[in-house]
């Protein structure tokens, strides 16, 4: 098959990962095409939206167009009501996604890249058996041949890249949650700079509720949870279980489904002239499920080792494990710290969330602090309760 276009870097989807990725590559000098299956960047959205002041401004310059909200106040509810409010001035954003991620698409097509949208890659081609040296890709009803010195899968939670490259991406089931989230409009009485968070192990085992508000009366209202702890309902009946009791009165403007997978390490970040970022190499936090800004920094690493190895002339696939070691570098032992919390969060009972919020409040409540460093709180929760440290004693021995 003949080409039909050639570029020096293919990248597939047009998400942060994506359009970050393919922003280095263009900045770079080099060739790059930034393929969108959907017929429009940042549609739909399937995601809460919260992001941290500094997961977002370590990677690329805040633009106010992006948010919606900025959250200085965050309140977790335990299983028995007992809630914990901590005031964290510049805490994070709500932002826009639909508008957030077509900024970043722009931003990397003004650098150089070439954006096509309604253009799903459906393969990846490799002719000497050795190097993958095209992807093929299905849009306006034809398929095209496109060759690339290589190829950055920025497809997302169901991506196939990996597959295709040889990766083994598959997911156990306790290691994947699922997500539903509703649109709530018409809500009173909501606080528009807190983010909440509702521990109900019944309703959501092994996971959690959330309200992000994105103006005075609109939120984000989500629930994720591990269907491996779970009876069969579907992520989206347990939501609604929970809205219709508590924002009964509320309208429902829009509703999504997704899945949120565990941090599986460094294992499928490369192979070959492959790489994969953001949730394609499933580099989220296995606690909270936040995936955003690590979908951004991995999209950036990408993209730069990739322009490193491009300018390199020849093919030296050595230089692409500088991808994974940059990203590990960064985030790699708070990520690994985060996925053995999970592995406690799953195996704590009703009474275990309820001592360990009253825990938080006697040492948090309506206090004011100026930074959240999850791997500090969750070792101090373990120094007050070494009991759960027993939860996870299948990780030791
Ligand atoms: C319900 C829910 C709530 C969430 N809330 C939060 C949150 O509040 N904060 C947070 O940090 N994270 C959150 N996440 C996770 C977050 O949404 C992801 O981590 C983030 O979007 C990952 O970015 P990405 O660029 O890797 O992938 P995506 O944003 O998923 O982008 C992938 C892109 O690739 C495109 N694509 C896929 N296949 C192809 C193909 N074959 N060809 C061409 N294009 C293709 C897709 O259309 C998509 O545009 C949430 C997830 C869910 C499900």
Not at 207 to 219: D, I, L, N, Q
């Amino acid at each position: 098959m003949k080409t039909d276009h050639s570029f020096d870097a293919v990248v597939i989807g047009a998400g942060p990962a994506g359009s970050l990725a393919a922003y280095q590559i263009a900045r770079a000098g080099f060739s790059v095409l930034l393929v969108e299956k959907h017929p429009v960047v940042g549609v739909p959205v399937c995601c809460a939206e919260g992001i941290t002041v500094e997961g977002l401004t370590k990677v690329v310059p805040l633009d106010r167009r992006w948010v919606c909200s900025d959250i200085s106040r965050i309140t977790l509810h335990g299983p028995d009501g007992t809630a914990v409010a901590i005031n964290h001035p510049a805490a994070g954003y709500i932002l826009d996604r639909t508008i957030f991620d077509r900024d970043l698409a722009a931003r990397a097509a003004a650098a150089g890249a070439t954006l096509w949208v309604n253009a799903e890659a459906v393969g990846i081609v490799s002719a000497d058996g050795q190097l993958f040296d095209r992807v093929i890709v299905s849009r306006g009803g034809r398929t095209e041949s496109i060759g690339c010195r290589i190829i950055i899968g920025c497809d997302g939670v169901e991506s196939l890249v990996g597959r295709w490259a040889g990766m083994d991406t598959l997911l156990l089931p306790e290691n994947m949650d699922s997500a539903a989230q509703i649109l709530l409009g018409d809500l009173r009485g909501l606080d528009q700079h807190q983010m909440e968070f509702f521990i109900l192990p019944e309703l959501a085992p092994g996971g959690y509720v959330w309200v992000f508000p994105k103006s005075p009366t609109t939120a984000n209202v989500g629930l994720g949870y591990t269907p491996s702890l779970g009876d069969g309902r579907t992520a989206l009946a347990r939501l609604k279980s929970f809205v219709d009791v508590r924002y009964s009165s509320a309208s429902k403007l829009a509703t999504n489904c997704g899945g949120i997978p565990a941090f599986r390490g460094r294992k499928i970040m490369t192979n070959k002239n492959v790489l994969l970022a953001g949730d394609a190499a499933r580099l989220l936090d296995s606690l909270s499920g936040a995936g955003i800004a690590n979908a951004l920094l991995s999209g950036k690493y990408a993209g730069q080792t990739a322009a490193e190895y491009l300018n390199a002339g020849a093919p030296r696939l050595a230089m692409l494990r500088q991808y994974p070691e940059r990203f590990m570098r960064d985030k790699g032992r708070n990520l690994r710290y985060l996925l053995y919390a999970r592995q406690i969060f799953m195996k704590m009972s009703t009474q275990d969330f309820n001592d360990v919020v009253v825990f938080l409040k006697s040492v948090f409540d309506g206090k004011t602090i100026h930074e959240v460093d999850a791997v500090s709180i969750i070792k101090s929760i373990l120094r007050a309760k070494p009991r759960l440290l027993t939860l996870a004693r299948h990780l030791f021995w």
